[in-house]
């Protein structure tokens, strides 16, 4: 698996006794990215065995409570933890003064809390290693918003195996095929990187959407994704009040995903009036019907 997603929280405004506030966790041959951070994240991170620790990135669409709340008990928590790294925030920029106020009550952190402020207003790559790539996606809400784009970089050849034993491949020149080039051996022959690589495995990639009113000029960002996550707060038939607090409805959740060609698409957010998560995901399945269904504790792969 490629890139696995958890669920750590799905509800939108009001939690529920079955839905925290939004929160996941996306893990990148495990590195470990925390995308929102709603009240009580850490107690789901606890819940479902992810190591506190092993988060370096946290990504904040936006400065609404139920997205970032949780971000305060989960830095006290690292501090107690004798967490010694830097975390790295990535946030609007009103984010970070309430993020020093916070840090203000605290005689010393173990660890320094490091912010990057991000422009919602604009498509840009906000992180870079060597194994992935995020950028920004502006959205449309009452507060300066943006979603997140994972891409994992193009991946190295794999080797066949059967080469291997036909070639005698020692591990110096299965590391040079996998490079893409040709092994060169003492006695003068050369071996055709061709001969003896498979294509890589084709990278793959998570577009999140948060709050958002149903905005088509995304669709070029995210369009082809491995998985796209995007709030559905709302079913079709209360498109007004979607509207009116800049939201998105189910129905408009699978256009989007049918529009943008994506290979998944996972609706979440969902307000508190609805028990049943199904009843939004079946609303977004009559326009694509590869949708699933958010919930606390799910895990949703790339593959």
Do not use: W
């Not at 479902?48 to 370096?56: L, V």
């Not at 995210?222 to 998985?227: I, L, Y």
């Not at 709030?231 to 038939?237: F, G, I, R, W």
């Not at 979607?242 to 998105?248: G, K």
């Amino acid at each position: 698996m490629s890139l696995v997603l958890t669920i750590l929280g799905c509800s939108s405004a009001l939690p529920t006794s079955k839905r925290f506030p939004t929160a996941q966790i996306l893990n990148v041959s495990e590195q470990f990215y925390l995308i929102d951070c709603g009240e009580g994240t850490q107690i789901q991170i606890r819940k479902f065995k992810i190591r506190i620790n092993k988060i370096n990135h946290i990504f904040i669409s936006h400065v609404h409570g139920d997205h970032y709340f949780g971000l305060f008990g989960l830095i006290s928590t690292m501090n107690l933890l004798d967490r010694k790294c830097d975390l790295h925030v990535y946030a609007p920029r009103e984010l970070e003064k309430i993020l020093n106020t916070l840090l203000y009550s605290y005689d010393k952190l173990n660890f320094t809390v490091v912010f990057h402020s991000i422009n919602s207003a604009k498509n840009e790559v906000i992180f870079e290693n060597s194994k992935i790539t995020v950028e920004t996606i502006p959205l449309k809400h009452r507060v300066p918003t943006t979603g997140f784009i994972f891409r994992e970089k193009p991946k190295q050849f794999n080797i066949n195996r059967d080469a291997i034993e036909k070639y005698n491949l020692s591990i110096k020149e299965i590391v040079t095929a996998k490079l893409g080039n040709n092994i060169h051996r003492e006695d003068g022959t050369e071996i055709s990187y061709i001969d003896v690589v498979l294509p890589p495995t084709p990278p793959a990639s998570y577009a999140y959407c948060s709050d958002t009113l149903y905005d088509e000029s995304i669709i070029p960002l995210v369009k082809n994704v491995d998985m796209l996550y995007h709030e559905a707060t709302y079913l079709h038939k209360m498109k007004d009040r979607a509207q009116q607090t800049f939201h998105t409805t189910a129905l408009q959740a699978g256009m989007i995903a049918q529009k943008a060609n994506v290979k998944k698409l996972i609706v979440g957010h969902y307000s508190a009036r609805y028990k049943d998560a199904e009843e939004i995901a079946n609303e977004a399945r009559s326009v694509f019907p590869e949708t699933f269904a958010a919930e606390d504790g799910k895990i949703f792969s790339s593959d």
